[in-house]
């Protein structure tokens, strides 16, 4: 078995951007719901944060080197992830915040939580390159005049950053990110279809012992419900195998083999970065309710935040885009409480898909000293699905 689990994986050299047609090419892939997966809720046109108008996402993927670990040379399995809520402009939104379990990093949340303002992009990328990835993103708005209003140079920016460990797969002390990747990765964020798998900050994750990293997913409300877009976008990174769990069925207890190929065992550790954005007018406070459903989602497939996980969730507003103003008041519109509940259900549906298609999209990656991880056989995905009657007709 080990010899035919080694034949999966195919040599990687070289660095590849993952932007362009790259980026484009892969979000061809087969995603959760073409594999027969079920899912509460109706998808948004792309089933992707970008469904809410304005978002844009973008990567900057590094794939270098084979083989034993050289730190500073490789291998390098890792990237950058960026989230602009408004596109390439400056246009704070109503933001609100959650840790299930806080050993993790996202940066700039302390004035999220006494402002209630996202004021720039959201970035995602490994553990050790959150520094890099900070400072870069303040010299990249200040590049592009994005920083505000402000007298000359005097302003101030605390950008958002959060991590995951690729440590299994990438020489993550070699500092491989630097200042061109964080631009590359925001100077092609996009809207409309996105890639997904071994993409961005996602580029070297884990999910569950199977291959992980960047997954999406959206929902669209009823007009009933007022018609509103929920997106979601999660860098996944966590879970133990036998707690896997698809659409309720134990796929995890199913498919027992294919386990991570590595020098180093660990029990159930690891994180996952969940960033939720709408178009539903919220206040801060309730954009913190909506941060509180996201780990709903996450139990649905088998997490439940460990002592060694970073589950740390952002969720933001496009709406009352004229809220923010230094010089006067300003009035905003709120969802009325009692009208909440969809908005409540559309972030617990759309996380959960958004991790299962992280999973279904990533495929298996050998990193540093020879460590694999396999990607998740879709064929004995839904044979698992069929068995348990959970596979869509």
Known sequence: MERANRSLVGAMCGIALAVGAAAASAADKPRARDLGIPFEGTPGPNNAITDVPGVTVGYSTIIEGEGKIAVGKGPVRTGVTAILPRGK?????????YSLNGNGEMTGTTWIEESGFLEGPIMITNTHSVGVV?????SWEAENNLVGPHFRDLYWRLPVVAETWDGILNDINGMHVKKEHVYAALDTAKSGAIAEGNVGGGTGMN???FKGGTGTASRKLSAEDGGYN???????????????????????????DLMPDVSWKREEAGSIIVVVATDAPLLPHQLKRLARRVPLGIAKTGGYGGNGSGDIFITFSTANPEAFNQEKNTTVEMVSNDKINPLFHATADATEEAIINAMVAAETMKGRDDNVSFAIPHDRLQEALKKYNRLAK
């Not at 195998?241 to 995890?252: C, F, K």
């Open 207 to 209: 999910l569950f012992n």
């Open 89 to 97: 402009a400056f246009g704070p939104s109503f933001a609100g915040w």
């Open 230 to 256: 929920v997106g979601v976008l999660v860098q996944g990174n966590f879970g133990s195998r036998a707690d896997l769990t698809i659409a309720g069925a134990p796929v995890g207890k199913e498919i027992t």
């Open 134 to 138: 900070r400072d870069s993103v303040i």
